[in-house]
């Protein structure tokens, strides 16, 4: 055995930190000191995971800054050519009553003292939602203005309010006497003014079908769609086109007449929240000023409610870079939130019925803001295509280019896809602007001659009435289901004071039409019909390709029958629409909400949902039947209002006297 060893002696150290004439005394140099090396003994990962961390808050502010400051900076910034603008022309309608004069609050609204300069209200159209009473609509609008962020500043001691809002001034209250404008003003507003019953009647049993196919449909939208473009009612889900909740303001004017109050607001409001122009996306000129300025100026029109107009300029001065080319006819596209235009991205050409089919709506907005831009703007395209050569007795090519200013595609002509609105626009300007324009319906009345020389045509073996295609001399029996639009345009064109043999005609296509949907399986309408030209016994009129049988919930023929209805009093026309909702609830309606367009109208059995819900479904379908199945002519009348090609009505400028 070893001995243990014996224990390692035990040492004691002292350390001893000479400051040579310094001592701490808790100064910042001795901190910051101590900071350093306690920051150096971190590891590298600790030290980038502190930095990245610092990086994100100081972007985080960055951008809050920015998002706060820019509604300041558009208020402050605004041009001394703004501040000074005035209505170009006076008021022709008279404005709306409100419960209350106090303004709302959005983001971005400042408070302003009255001004004299002023924005034009909308004429005295307003529809009460059926059911509701004034108090109701009092304590709504309370409700709405707790909802909206920050507070309204109220004014008690003067008659009107300006809200300054993006740099635009608006309006004065109804009732306000601006006398150092008097003399301005030629026109006095009309005393005939449109006027619609304060008190919707009772919906009736069809109406109320309507009624149960618009709320199904609503239902899926906003389950599965809700603030996006378009529902996918078979997946679900929902389809983006510009991401600006496309089928909720194309619906915000059918809710009001159709009296859904809860739904309408609901809509409001998300309006009010969500509804923002500042992103980076293209948008279809043509489409979005259809859909979604048509659909902000009816909504204001009908409910009197000023954040439609507000957001309805904000979204028309977005549109305005779309006209700067050569030849001021404009691209196709157009981004709205950066402002660069273009054409389509395969050619340098625009549709003729895209670039001619703006100007009811932004001559609207001109004469609501005051701001002639607008309607300066679409009117130099009208002019100048009216001035154009390669017109054949009045029917127009489909393509204009864009650089040049000419058709292109020469010697095709045709009343479907990419012409149709053309026609339509050339009628309704002429009735918006109180038919004073006589260039507008002479180019309408040209073109109806030219049609009937041209494009008309009668099928076998039961002689339809139909319109045709003309291609380089040689005609086509290929017809559009968006043919159908005409009908009703010719009827209504009757109805102010245009020959009457276009009624005789507008019957026959009627007709046409309706046989396009009663031939086929499912009751409803092909995209596209070819005609038969020849007697043959085991031949029907109406003959559809595979390609051409799919229905995309279209709304030309209910339009139609909407309009003939209305002006003539024939109530087959209502039970011929009334087949056409049948056909929709029994081949389109979709058991966990909305309706889908099909592909084939000819297999009752299979009509194989395609999966899509278009906006102009709730836009313009189920409006045209609710007002086919009305009996009230003063709900929204034909000598107060015009529909623009989306089925949203604006007021007509000087009503005619007696309307």
């Known amino acids: 055995m070893y001995p243990t060893p014996p224990p390692a002696p035990h040492r004691d150290f002292i350390s001893v930190t000479l400051s040579l004439g310094q001592s701490y005394d808790g100064s910042k140099s001795w901190r910051r000191r101590s900071c350093w090396r306690k920051w150096k003994q971190l590891s590298r990962l600790q030290r980038n995971a502190i930095l990245f961390l610092l990086t994100l808050l100081l972007l985080c502010g960055l951008v809050s800054y920015i998002s706060v400051a820019d509604p300041w900076r558009a208020v402050n910034g605004r041009s001394a050519e703004e501040r000074k603008m005035r209505p170009a022309d006076p008021p022709v309608l008279p404005a709306p009553q409100k419960a209350d004069a106090n303004p709302e609050n959005f983001p971005g609204v400042l408070p302003q003292k009255p001004k004299r300069h002023f924005r034009r209200r909308p004429p005295n159209l307003q529809i009460r939602a059926p059911g509701k009473d004034s108090e109701d609509r009092r304590q709504d609008d309370t409700q709405r203005r707790d909802e909206a962020v920050g507070d309204a500043r109220r004014e008690e001691n003067t008659q009107r309010t300006v809200v300054s809002w993006r740099g635009a001034v608006i309006e004065p209250q109804p009732g306000t006497e601006l006398p150092s404008r008097k003399a301005e003003a030629p026109h006095k507003p009309s005393s005939q003014a449109p006027r619609i019953q304060n008190q919707a009647a009772s919906p009736n049993e069809r109406q109320r079908a309507v009624i149960d196919a618009f709320r199904h449909a609503w239902a899926g939208y906003r389950k599965f769609a809700w603030g996006h473009d378009e529902l996918k009612p078979v997946s679900r889900s929902f389809s983006e086109w510009f991401g600006l909740g496309l089928t909720l303001i194309d619906a915000l004017d059918t809710m009001w007449i159709l009296g859904l109050r809860k739904e309408f607001e609901e809509a409001r409001k998300w309006v009010s929240k969500k509804l923002r122009f500042q992103k980076d996306v293209d948008v ?64 340098s050409d625009s549709t003729v019925a895209e670039v001619t089919s703006i100007q009811l709506e932004f001559r609207e907005l001109s004469r ?35 650089h040049s200013g000419l058709f292109t595609h020469m010697g095709v002509f045709t009343l479907g896809a990419r012409a149709d609105s053309y026609y339509e626009y050339l009628l309704k300007q002429w009735i918006q602007g109180g038919k004073k324009e006589t260039q507008l319906v002479e180019d309408y009345l040209e073109a109806i001659e030219g049609i009937k020389r041209h494009l008309l045509r009668r099928s076998e073996p039961r002689k339809l009435t139909f319109v045709g295609e003309l291609a380089h001399g040689r005609f086509s029996a290929k017809m559009d289901h968006l043919v159908c639009f005409l009908p009703g345009t010719l009827a209504l064109g009757a109805h102010h004071g245009l020959p009457a043999d276009h009624m005789e005609l507008a019957r026959a296509l009627m007709d046409t039409c309706y046989q396009m949907n009663r031939q086929m399986e499912t009751g409803l309408s092909p995209e596209i019909v070819h005609f038969n030209l020849y007697p043959q016994s085991d031949q029907k009129d109406v003959q559809v390709k595979p390609a051409d049988r799919h229905n995309l919930l279209r709304p030309e023929t209910v339009e139609s029958l909407f309009y003939l209805y209305r002006l003539t009093g024939d109530p087959k026309y209502q039970d011929w629409g009334w087949q056409i909702l049948q056909s929709f609830n029994a081949y389109a309606r979709v058991p966990s909400g909305g309706y889908s367009s099909i592909s084939n109208v000819q297999d009752p059995l299979n009509p194989q949902p395609r999966d899509k819900m278009e906006s102009f479904f709730l836009g313009e379908t189920l409006k045209y039947l609710y007002l086919l199945f009305s009996d009230d002519p003063d709900l929204l009348s034909l000598d107060a209002y015009v529909f623009n090609t989306e089925a949203h009505p604006l007021p007509i400028w000087v009503p005619p006297r007696g309307a």
């Open 284 to 347: 279809n000129l043509f489409e979005s000023t259809i859909r979604i300025l048509g659909g902000l100026l009816s909504a204001y029109h009908l409910s009197g409610d000023d954040l439609f107009l507000k957001k309805a300029e904000d979204f028309g001065n977005r549109l305005m870079p779309a006209f700067q080319t050569p030849s001021k006819i404009p691209y196709s596209d157009v981004n709205i939130g950066t402002g660069a235009a273009h054409p389509p991205r395969w050619t």
């Open 368 to 402: 609501l803001t005051g701001s002639r831009k607008f309607q300066e703007a679409a009117e130099e395209v009208t002019r100048r295509v009216h001035s154009l050569s390669g017109k054949k007795d009045g029917l127009v090519p489909m393509f204009i280019n864009t």
